[in-house]
């Protein structure tokens, strides 16, 4: 199974990023150790989905 990516943009949050790809942020968080807080996101950052 290849990766799949998402290019955070401008007003997106973790929440909504993970709703959009029908998974949780708990998920979110769990295939992006580097995000250190969920609130804490910028645009233009990739974010791994799967």
Do not use: C
Request: no cysteine; charged share 20%.
């Amino acid at each position: 199974m290849h990766m799949k990516f998402h290019t955070v943009k401008r007003g997106e949050t973790l929440w909504k990023i993970a709703h959009h790809h029908h998974t949780s942020v708990h998920h979110l968080l769990h295939m992006n150790p580097s995000i250190k807080n969920p609130d804490l996101i910028y645009i233009g950052q990739r974010i791994k989905i799967h």
